[in-house]
């Protein structure tokens, strides 16, 4: 019996997220009293594939072949499935992000199991098995119990901690069948290049309306830099034009959660806020003290963002 974690890689590397998996997954073992085993699939080097043992991983599947550089849904979810069944896993761990949201219902029908999606914390107990997650755009929090005997289970980024359990776990090599029969052809890569991704960022400086224009965004685009920050923005300002759609969080946007998240001249509606809700730290700046943002936020200005983001900006190159 074992917890599988799929631990995807960018480029041959595992980012946060993967060792936040581990890390609950560990904690979950702990709980149910099975072992953690880390699927990778794709070329990673071995150097990179034993960090997954320093975040409790005890064993390591490695799965490599040049056709799986390109995510297949069909065939990577029939590998995950296959990984489990060799493992006897009762439980398989994705991350809640655009890959696992694709991955993990494939997998539960593979399985026959119980789909828990976008889980914000450790079931309350073991059995039953009850885990928590966010609903209604993040207003509420729901308790589901899951009773079927195999779960897939989806983690939220940015909500648990990445804990060090270092386990010296072995990488063992595994050749799942039908791994090459994929459908997906690649014909060209364009990547993002001179920015921190949105969804990576550990910091993310936003503006809306309030910036009254796209000219403004040079202080934006300047505290960002600072801080090794991400930029972003509200639909409203993507609609306009202001600033790329790649940029837009919120229901409609990308869903983030960094550890700080600054908020200039943004209202708060309800589909902004479903969107960055799940943030650790939100830090608002608005002209109105009535705007919904305040009422989520853990730090708030009532001012105008032009005149706080310079003296803000100061303050940093002070400190």
């Given at each position: 019996?074992?917890?599988?974690?799929?631990?995807?890689?960018?480029?041959?590397?595992?980012?946060?997220?993967?060792?936040e998996?581990?890390?609950?997954?560990?904690?979950?073992?702990?709980?149910?009293?099975?072992?953690?085993?880390?699927?990778?699939?794709?070329?990673?080097?071995?150097?990179?594939?034993?960090?997954?043992?320093?975040?409790?991983?005890?064993?390591?599947?490695?799965v490599?072949?040049?056709?799986?550089?390109?995510?297949?849904?069909?065939?990577?979810?029939?590998?995950?499935?296959?990984?489990?069944?060799?493992?006897?896993?009762?439980?398989?761990?994705?991350?809640?992000?655009?890959?696992?949201?694709?991955?993990?219902?494939?997998?539960?029908?593979r399985?026959?199991?119980?789909?828990?999606?976008?889980?914000?914390?450790?079931?309350?107990?073991?059995?039953?098995?009850?885990?928590?997650?966010?609903?209604?755009?993040?207003?509420?929090?729901?308790?589901?119990?899951?009773?079927?005997?195999?779960?897939?289970?989806?983690?939220?980024?940015?909500?648990?901690?990445?804990?060090?359990?270092?386990?010296?776990?072995?990488?063992?090599?595994?050749?799942?069948?039908?791994?090459?029969?994929g459908?997906?052809?690649?014909?060209?890569?364009?990547?993002?290049?001179?920015?921190?991704i949105l969804?990576?960022?550990?910091?993310?400086?936003?503006?809306?309306?309030?910036?009254?224009?796209?000219?403004?965004?040079?202080?934006?685009?300047?505290?960002?830099?600072?801080?090794?920050?991400?930029?972003?923005?509200?639909?409203?300002?993507?609609?306009?034009?202001?600033?790329?759609?790649?940029?837009?969080?919120?229901?409609?946007?990308?869903?983030?959660?960094?550890?700080?998240?600054?908020?200039?001249?943004?209202?708060?509606?309800?589909?902004?806020?479903?969107?960055?809700?799940?943030?650790?730290?939100?830090?608002?700046?608005?002209?109105?003290?009535?705007?919904?943002?305040?009422?989520?936020?853990?730090?708030?200005?009532?001012?105008?963002?032009?005149?706080?983001?310079?003296?803000?900006?100061?303050?940093?190159?002070?400190?």
């Amino acid at each position: 019996m074992a917890i599988l974690v799929y631990t995807e890689n960018w480029d041959g590397k595992f980012k946060k997220l993967s060792f936040e998996l581990l890390s609950y997954a560990s904690k979950l073992g702990e709980m149910t009293g099975q072992q953690v085993t880390a699927l990778s699939i794709g070329n990673v080097s071995e150097e990179d594939l034993l960090q997954l043992g320093d975040y409790g991983a005890n064993k390591i599947l490695r799965v490599e072949s040049g056709s799986l550089d390109v995510l297949d849904n069909q065939v990577y979810s029939r590998i995950i499935a296959e990984a489990a069944g060799k493992e006897s896993a009762r439980i398989v761990l994705l991350a809640n992000n655009n890959q696992g949201k694709a991955l993990a219902p494939r997998v539960a029908v593979r399985l026959k199991a119980g789909l828990g999606a976008a889980l914000t914390s450790l079931p309350e107990s073991a059995e039953p098995f009850i885990v928590k997650k966010k609903v209604f755009s993040g207003k509420a929090e729901a308790a589901v119990e899951l009773k079927s005997g195999n779960k897939v289970l989806t983690l939220s980024q940015n909500s648990y901690k990445v804990e060090e359990n270092k386990t010296g776990a072995a990488i063992e090599s595994f050749s799942p069948s039908g791994a090459s029969e994929g459908n997906t052809t690649r014909k060209n890569i364009e990547k993002q290049t001179g920015k921190i991704i949105l969804t990576d960022a550990e910091i993310v400086v936003s503006g809306g309306r309030g910036m009254k224009s796209a000219d403004n965004w040079g202080n934006i685009e300047e505290l960002a830099d600072l801080l090794g920050a991400a930029t972003a923005c509200s639909r409203p300002v993507s609609d306009e034009g202001w600033r790329p759609h790649a940029e837009h969080t919120g229901q409609t946007g990308k869903i983030i959660a960094p550890n700080l998240y600054f908020a200039f001249g943004i209202s708060g509606a309800i589909q902004h806020l479903a969107g960055v809700s799940a943030s650790k730290c939100i830090v608002a700046i608005n002209t109105d003290p009535d705007a919904p943002i305040f009422e989520a936020a853990d730090y708030g200005i009532v001012g105008d963002a032009q005149k706080v983001l310079p003296e803000l900006i100061t303050a940093i190159k002070q400190a």
